[in-house]
């Protein structure tokens, strides 16, 4: 992941950090400020701490996501959850108030002044699985909390956006149940797993570039056609194997009404085609309609060593089981990420721009984070 650090950003903090220290210096009285007498002109003592007050609480909350303030800058969190009025944040106040924000101040630009040197390479094996698995659970327990009840209700039908809305609820799932693999143990169960996940982001890719001609159509018959094909399979391998079927069995509902069933598959996807997936094409070709050639690269055999039968070399030591995580994780959070805010634009939903801009900056800084917080423990 690249990191997001400006140079214009360090020196704003820098330059709010001394600004706090010159207003702790300001006359106060009984630990109140007061005026300050100047050229026989009263200047309130409290706007000037609003002001940068203001300034200073909002530059953290435009450097960090809340997935690390709240945690980790709970000053800052209650002054700017308790002090806010009318998107302005007035903390006129005590010296001690000043002293809050200005410690926050300093450990953000210290984690800051800190991601400028970092070098990734250095990692070891674990540190490297856990950098990419921190933000992955952080960005799934923050959407479980704040998205998935803001999406409850939207579907409409069998429409565009309930085709969405299906993919992304799917993808959510998997992504809450990866992040419960999290011993190293589990990388086959992990890279074999998110080969589904890639299936699901290419139909949400397909679905939104509407590149396949009926897609909305072929997306809601296929569950249909599959099942219908599949047990006149089944049916033939019950009959090899004397088997009766019972009156009840969904084998025997999938074969009803037969013929629309036919027609409509000959309608959508051509006379001798048995479709595979509802476009009929496969997963590469899926990923090249939209432009996912390198993220079918990165998954797609890597994936099938682990969920095809046959010989593999299985990871022998930890080291080789945690590169193999930190592919997987890094890998489901990079998908994630982008689901989300494909989903987000899609939805229309209140909240789509906030969310966006917390799930980028969790996937940008919570790995760099943990880490500066594991390996500078003094900070």
């Not at 903090?13 to 702790?24: A, D, H, S, T, V």
């Not at 701490?49 to 980790?72: E, S, T, V």
């Not at 997306?219 to 599959?226: G, K, L, P, R, V």
Request: proline residues 2%.
């Amino acid at each position: 992941m690249e990191k997001s650090i400006k140079i214009a950003e360090i020196d704003e903090l820098k330059r709010l950090i001394f600004e706090g220290f010159r207003l702790k210096g300001l006359p106060e009285f009984n630990g109140i400020f007061g005026t300050l007498q100047s050229s026989g002109l009263a200047v309130p003592i409290t706007s000037q701490i609003d002001n940068w007050g203001d300034k200073a609480i909002k530059l953290i909350y435009l450097l960090l996501p809340k997935a690390i303030i709240n945690p980790y800058f709970v000053e800052t969190a209650n002054i700017y959850d308790s002090k806010i009025d009318k998107g302005r944040i007035i903390i006129s106040g005590s010296k001690d108030v000043i002293n809050k924000i200005v410690n926050d101040l300093e450990k953000c630009l210290a984690f800051l002044k800190w991601c400028e040197r970092f070098d990734e390479t250095k990692l070891n094996a674990k540190q490297k699985a856990e950098f990419s698995y921190g933000p992955l659970c952080t960005i799934v327990e923050y959407t479980h909390k704040v998205l998935i009840p803001a999406l409850m209700g939207l579907e409409d039908g069998k429409t565009k956006n309930t085709a969405m809305l299906h993919l992304y609820g799917r993808i959510f799932l998997l992504a809450k149940s990866i992040v419960k693999l999290n011993d190293f143990k589990d990388c086959q169960l992990l890279t074999a797993s998110f080969r589904t996940l890639l299936e699901l982001y290419i139909d949400m890719r397909l679905i939104i570039s509407s590149s396949i001609d009926n897609s909305i159509e072929k997306f809601f018959s296929f569950d249909e056609i599959y099942k219908f094909n599949s047990a006149k399979h089944l049916l033939e391998i019950d009959k090899e194997l004397n088997l009766a079927i019972k009156e009840s069995s969904a084998l025997k509902n999938s074969l009803e009404n037969h013929e629309q069933k036919i027609l409509l598959q000959k309608k959508l996807w051509g006379d001798k085609a048995k479709p595979i997936h509802w476009t009929n094409l496969t997963l590469e070709s899926r990923s090249r309609k939209v432009g996912e050639l390198e993220t079918f690269r990165n998954i797609y055999y890597y994936g099938n060593m682990y969920i095809h039968s046959g010989y593999i070399k299985f990871p022998e030591t930890e080291d080789e089981a945690c590169l193999i995580c930190t592919h997987v994780y890094g890998s489901v959070l990079e998908i994630f990420k982008n689901a989300t805010e494909l989903i987000c634009n899609e939805a229309c939903i209140v909240q789509r721009e906030e969310i966006i801009q917390e799930t980028n900056m969790i996937y940008l800084l919570v790995g760099y984070f943990n880490l500066w917080k594991y390996l500078e423990p003094d900070s």
